[in-house]
């Protein structure tokens, strides 16, 4: 099974950015945690602040790969490109954030990208993506 976490803009900055919002940990950190957990699954990140790298990425394994979790960063409420990207492929992906995006500005509440996902999982800090993991496995379960 291969899966892959695509993180969009600012996302490097896990654990330096708004700590108070998105933690104290750095992606690459809690990276390390999830492919303990998920020891049988090839689990692979990717993460560019680049709206053309991130579709090019999905284009790269969005025909292959058995799912794609992916956090968008601001990209998730202004990329219709994103969205287009998103549509085109074989590939489920799963919507994460690391916040609730509704208990915040009401700009991010509006997601270009969701209607074109399997599902969005907000709100659970870095277990999010987690999340996002179990709940592709259990959709590929009922495939
Ligand atoms: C985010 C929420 C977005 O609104 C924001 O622009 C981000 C991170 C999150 O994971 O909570 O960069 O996607």
Do not use: W
């Amino acid at each position: 099974m291969n899966f892959l976490i695509i993180n969009g803009p600012n996302l490097n900055l896990l654990g330096v950015r708004e700590k108070s919002i998105y933690g104290e940990l750095s992606f690459e950190t809690y990276f390390e945690e999830l492919k303990k957990i998920y020891g049988k699954i090839n689990l692979e990140y990717y993460q560019s602040n680049v709206e053309g790298e991130l579709i090019n990425e999905i284009h790269r394994v969005g025909f292959d790969y058995d799912g794609i979790i992916l956090n968008a960063g601001a990209y998730t409420h202004t990329s219709v490109a994103l969205g287009d990207a998103i549509a085109a492929v074989n590939t489920p992906v799963i919507e994460v954030h690391i916040s609730n995006v509704h208990k915040r500005e009401p700009f991010r509440s509006k997601t270009m990208i969701g209607k074109d996902c399997l599902g969005t999982i907000a709100g659970f800090g870095l277990n999010s993506y987690r999340l996002g993991i179990e709940a592709l496995l259990s959709h590929l379960d009922k495939r």
